[in-house]
């Protein structure tokens, strides 16, 4: 079965940098889009990067310039390099797997999800 499992959150002053990593099981990953997505507290659900099954990734405006999303492929593993954090960037963190090749299908699978805090 499909299994997504994120890792690397934590607090982080204002300014810091994180680096989130999915590990993927039960699917061909190399196949597959993925997504990072979060929820701040008493939000919704925010998009904020995709990488297709090739090399096109993107950005949500509010963390281009900052964020990089990155995959490795013999790893099965995603991931998110977050620098310049913010508060505003507080939120648990999910990996989506995408229902295709492109990371603007829907996501048909969630990881658990892990805590980013940004904070004094």
């Known amino acids: 079965q499909v299994q997504l499992v994120e890792s690397g959150g934590g607090l982080v002053q204002p300014g810091g940098s994180l680096r989130l990593s999915c590990a993927a099981s039960?699917?061909?990953?190399?196949?597959?889009?993925m997504n990072w997505v979060r929820q701040a507290p008493g939000k919704g659900l925010e998009w904020v990067s995709g990488?297709?099954?090739?090399?096109?990734?993107g950005y949500a405006d509010s963390v281009k310039g900052r964020f990089t999303i990155s995959r490795d492929n013999a790893k099965n593993t995603l991931y998110l390099q977050m620098n310049s954090l913010k508060p505003e960037d507080t939120a648990v963190y999910y990996c989506?797997?995408?229902?295709?090749?492109?990371?603007?299908?829907?996501?048909?699978?969630w990881g658990q999800g892990t805590q980013v805090t940004v904070s004094s």
């Open positions: 989506a797997k995408a229902g295709g090749e492109g990371y603007g299908l829907g996501p048909d699978y």
């Open positions: 039960g699917f061909t990953f190399s196949s597959y889009a």
């Open positions: 990488f297709n099954s090739g090399s096109s990734t």
